[in-house]
């Protein structure tokens, strides 16, 4: 209880038996992906890491809490983990919200030693001297990139000055690529979560005719994802009209006609498994100029693939096809190869590694953007140094 916060949460729940259960990596996966981090940590001269997701509502596409604590935070108003080099990981959660938060870690994360309160950045502190490592090497994980508070990193640095902080996101996302590339296990996830999308294309295309409106197909989209098992509040967006160029979100009201286009750019989400699909479809054949633009892609699509396969550098295949892009005439919308792995940091100066996986989706549109086409999906490097598609849907504009 504060000045200006008057409940005050004196007792705490206990561990329950969980009623119900959803796909979720298992501890064989935890140990690999806890040994790769204190690996990484080690090459880093780092003692610990501090871990949060991005502050308000569940998943984002970079949720290393998740990843390393198999808490799912619904909301983060103030969750934090302590990563030790040595020992066992630590979490501190917020109870502004009450203590839902906490029972969530006990019920549904690998993290034994929870705390809660209404300044879960004081414990944080706590814990670290408890640790007996304040005045170690501490990396902060997603400050880089926005995730991590910098006021919550202002009051560590007070608080624990003989600690050296520094920004640890590539640290983290360096163990992240290196499970990506061996774990069998997400593997298996990787390539539900792509059958998913699979279906969410399919759900679409299937009532996709004139006089459906947009809100009606991501009606369509999102129940298949949830009925075959995708997590809720996943990354959706689309685009619908007569050659549709920046996707984006919330549904409109908007009801298609014939010669329209649709694109949807999807992450499913699958035991925290996330790959993306880019999908277009139309009603019928869609204007001249569109078609042209697509099956300009239609072209691009085999050609990224070839480049990739030749072990081309990511900078190299990207800057390939702006080069063709650009003497076609177009413009490029959105970037061609992104979603790298779990990290989502593309090593634009190395080519793919066997196991990576990330989307292909190029891409144009003309010189005023006002018309565009895009389409793509998730393709995975295989250890003979072939891309593996992950996705059925066709690689092109598909006309209903």
């Not at 108003?77 to 501190?92: C, D, I, S």
């Not at 670290?128 to 919550?152: C, S, T």
Request: negative net charge.
């Amino acid at each position: 209880m504060t000045e200006y916060y008057p409940y005050n949460y004196q007792g705490k729940p206990v561990k329950q038996k969980f009623p119900e259960t959803w796909p979720m990596p298992s501890e064989e996966v935890r140990d690999m992906r806890w040994k790769a981090l204190r690996e990484s940590m080690k090459k880093h001269n780092l003692d610990f890491l501090i871990v949060t997701p991005a502050n308000g509502y569940m998943p984002t596409l970079t949720n290393q809490l998740y990843y390393v604590s198999n808490y799912v935070p619904f909301a983060n108003n103030g969750n934090y983990l302590v990563f030790p080099l040595e020992g066992k990981p630590r979490m501190a959660v917020a109870t502004d919200l009450g203590p839902q938060f906490y029972h969530i870690v006990l019920e549904t994360s690998w993290i034994e030693d929870v705390s809660m309160s209404s300044t879960p950045v004081r414990d944080v502190i706590k814990i670290i001297a408890e640790m007996k490592l304040d005045k170690g090497r501490g990396g902060i994980v997603g400050y880089i990139n926005g995730v991590f508070p910098a006021m919550a990193l202002d009051i560590l640095r007070e608080a624990l000055p003989d600690v050296q902080f520094e920004d640890a996101t590539p640290v983290f996302g360096m163990a992240q690529n290196e499970v990506s590339r061996n774990s069998e296990e997400e593997l298996s996830y990787l390539r539900k979560a792509s059958e998913i999308l699979d279906q969410s294309y399919e759900a679409v295309a299937e009532i996709l005719k004139p006089g459906v409106t947009e809100r009606e197909l991501w009606a369509a989209a999102e129940k298949a994802i949830i009925e075959n098992g995708g997590w809720y509040a996943h990354f959706m967006i689309a685009a619908v009209g007569t050659g549709p160029t920046f996707l984006r979100g919330p549904a409109t009201f908007k009801t298609l006609k014939q010669g329209d286009v649709v694109m949807f750019e999807i992450n499913t989400i699958y035991a925290g498994i996330s790959p993306q699909a880019c999908f277009a479809l139309s009603i019928g054949r869609p204007r001249e100029d569109v078609e042209k633009m697509y099956r300009f892609c239609e072209e691009l699509y085999p050609f990224t693939l070839e480049q990739l396969e030749r072990k081309k550098t990511f900078m190299e295949v990207i800057m390939d096809l702006d080069n063709r892009i650009h003497d076609a005439g177009y413009e490029p919308i959105t970037p061609h190869i992104h979603l790298y792995n779990l990290s989502y940091r593309m090593p634009m100066q190395s080519p793919p590694q066997p196991g990576d996986f990330f989307t292909v989706h190029p891409n144009c549109c003309n010189k005023e953007y006002t018309t565009g086409a895009k389409f793509g999906d998730a393709v995975r490097f295989t250890k003979d140094g072939k891309i593996e598609r992950l996705n059925k849907i066709p690689a092109k504009l598909n006309i209903v």
